[in-house]
């Protein structure tokens, strides 16, 4: 796609990440059943909206689907007797609506596939997991020696990305994973440089960004291939998961996490840091930080999916940032992304939100002086410390790295420039998203304000005391009008018209408009 192009007539390119909500708005009673009329908003626009119809038997599928996430939802109970009456049809509308503000304020439930089906049949119908496997056969009909063992389903968060277990087929003992991903809204890479970087990526050696062994791309989607890690990634140790197991399953309810000890901290952060770094003064954008995206290899972090950003794909935190004017580079959204994964690295899960009022105690306070400088209501409205800053405080200063494996990747000209403007266009659209948002926001403080009591109250006021005010003056005013009417002339043509009697000010008051 060329720069700031649109993408080709049918192709939409929605951001999985933009939160869905949703209104019950009414019911319906059929013959046998009852449906509820739900209006679903993509977003802050009021215009972006649709109606849906669900029955009670397609909340309880939805129900049964995210059970997998051992969470204890609160679906109204099935009813056999009575569940035509009134009252209880009423009952069960209130109890539906709460059931999906709890699902809509669990991060991860908020994007997982099976909300987005629920609400948004129209934009989520496709089987993503046929359309990869057609994908990676095509691929395979000119590689022949690879072959896939068996799909990984649902191990990662994106709707859009899908994963196969691998094997070599002169080597079959050696395991690896193939990813499969379709081009996300922030693709502003033309064609050709889109798949030319992506074939650059098996080129980048850096010890602390795990190594891609195969990439290609076609004009709309990007395969990747890397070493299958039995291990799994760092949020597979903080949550004790099995990295086969689906995200929902992995990271939804965990039985059991918990935090690293100081070291790991310690030695984690200031390799992901340095590798930020250097993806930073190579120009080349990331966004896409988290615990899932950090692969473990005995004491070392290495990064995974840099081809994220060339693919225009949201950030996983992308819901958060945006509420945020201050973040507003790829640089600071790594460093605030680093923050999350901070604090989940220290407590053993995640924030319960962002901007955090006031941290836990932690290991040391030099963790919590980092936390502060990336998730605090200071540091988000007035911005991240670059990745050397971090670099500089005293939990990362005095770690030392011992690597013998020289970092990397080179970068044409050419393509560093495509990559500064995809960068700048990403950005833009970033900023544009979060003006929105914040004059909504305004909009809906300042409407809220207008309806509160406590203003209704205080127009009141103001309204009496203005009657009042008015009373008083045209009491005041009357007298002085007589006397100038009766010493005007001696011989008025017209009998005079005695003045209207002043309302008496208690009188205004009472009848002044509330």
Avoid at 50 to 79: A, C, H
Avoid at 420 to 443: P, Y
């Amino acid at each position: 796609m060329a720069f700031m192009e649109k993408p080709p007539a049918g192709k939409v390119l929605l951001d999985d990440t933009v939160p869905l909500t949703a209104a019950v708005e009414a019911s319906q009673s059929l013959q046998s059943h009852t449906e509820y009329i739900i209006r679903v908003q993509r977003g802050i626009s009021a215009e972006n909206s649709w109606q849906i119809v669900r029955r009670y038997s397609d909340f309880d599928l939805l129900n049964n689907s995210l059970q997998i996430t051992g969470l204890s939802l609160p679906l109204p109970p099935k009813k056999l007797i009575g569940n035509m009456d009134r009252e209880f049809i009423a009952e069960r509308q209130r109890g539906l609506q709460n059931y999906l503000n709890v699902i809509m304020a669990n991060h991860v439930l908020s994007n997982c596939e099976l909300l987005k089906k629920f609400l948004d049949p129209n934009n989520y119908s496709a089987n993503y997991t046929e359309i990869a496997l057609q994908q990676v056969s095509m691929f395979f009909r000119s590689e022949p020696k690879w072959e896939v063992v068996e799909p990984l389903k649902d191990i990662g968060w994106r709707i859009r990305k899908k994963y196969f277990l691998m094997k070599i087929k002169n080597q079959p003992k050696e395991r690896l994973v193939l990813s499969w991903a379709d081009l996300g809204p922030d693709k502003y890479l033309s064609d050709k440089d889109f798949q030319c970087l992506i074939k650059l990526l098996p080129s980048c050696v850096h010890p602390y960004i795990y190594r891609v062994t195969f990439a290609t791309a076609s004009e709309s989607s990007a395969l990747l291939i890397r070493t299958f890690n039995e291990k799994g990634t760092l949020k597979d140790l903080i949550y004790k998961a099995k990295p086969k197991d689906p995200f929902l399953k992995k990271y939804c309810n965990p039985k059991k996490t918990q935090g690293l000890e100081l070291q790991q901290i310690k030695t984690y952060g200031r390799q992901i840091l340095e590798v930020l770094k250097f993806l930073h003064d190579k120009g080349f954008p990331y966004g896409h930080l988290h615990a899932a995206n950090v692969m473990l290899d005995g004491n070392t972090c290495r990064l995974l999916d840099l081809e994220n950003s060339l693919l225009g794909l949201p950030s996983f935190y992308r819901s958060y940032f945006t509420q945020f004017r201050k973040i507003n580079t790829l640089e600071s959204v790594d460093v605030h992304c680093f923050g999350h994964l901070l604090y989940e690295m220290t407590y053993g899960r995640p924030p319960d939100s962002v901007p955090v009022d006031s941290f836990p105690p932690a290991s040391s306070l030099a963790v919590v002086a980092v936390l502060e400088s990336t998730l605090s209501c200071e540091a988000c409205k007035n911005g991240m410390p670059t990745v050397s800053r971090l670099l500089q405080m005293p939990l990362f200063s005095d770690v030392l790295l011992t690597t013998s494996e020289k970092p990397q990747f080179k970068i044409p000209t050419k393509l560093k420039e495509a990559l500064r403007i995809a960068k700048e266009c990403i950005e833009k659209r970033l900023t544009e998203e979060q003006k929105q948002i914040h004059q909504h926001r305004r909009l809906t403080r300042a409407q809220s304000h207008h309806g509160s009591e406590e203003e209704r109250k205080r127009r009141k006021i103001l309204a009496r005391k203005k009657s009042k005010r008015s009373a008083v003056e045209n009491s005041e005013e009357q007298p002085v009008k007589h006397s100038n009417s009766n010493n005007s002339g001696s011989g008025a043509s017209s009998p005079l018209t005695s003045p209207s009697s002043p309302t008496p000010p208690s009188t205004a008051v009472e009848h002044a408009p509330l």
